[in-house]
């Protein structure tokens, strides 16, 4: 089993971006989509999008699109999420996860199998 570092994560203004790293390392076999998911208090961690070693991609959460640009490095081994016009609902610890699907890459939490510590994102008005 690899491992998931998530970096890049702070506090901004509402409209302001940020950009979420990931780096998985160790992971031999096994892995075929990277995702991001996000927790806000209270609540139900979601998906907010992934990607697939073969560059397709697909975003979960509606309020993301057109804002959220999810991305991996030349040796797919980083998972970029570039965040936009962010809005104070976007704060949340944002988790990087990792798994072998068969298909798109889902948006379920437990289709993942590896996940990072988070990386706390906050967005103020």
């Known amino acids: 089993q690899g491992q998931l570092v998530e970096s890049g994560g702070g506090s901004v203004q509402a409209g302001g971006s940020l950009r979420l790293s990931c780096a998985a390392s160790g992971y031999r076999y096994g892995r075929n989509c990277m995702g991001w998911f996000r927790q806000a208090p209270g609540k139900e961690r979601e998906g907010v999008a992934a990607?697939?070693?073969?560059?397709?991609?697909?975003y979960f959460a509606d309020s993301v699109k057109g804002r959220f640009t999810i991305s991996q490095g030349n040796d797919k081994k980083t998972v970029y999420l570039e965040m936009n016009s962010l809005r104070p609902e976007d704060t949340a610890m944002y988790y990087c996860?990792?798994?072998?699907?068969?298909?798109?890459?889902?948006?379920?939490?437990?289709?993942?199998?590896?996940w990072g510590q988070g990386t706390q994102v906050t967005v103020s008005s």
């Open positions: 996860a990792a798994g072998f699907m068969y298909g798109p890459c889902p948006s379920s939490r437990y289709s993942y199998n590896g």
């Open positions: 990607i697939r070693t073969d560059g397709v991609t697909t």
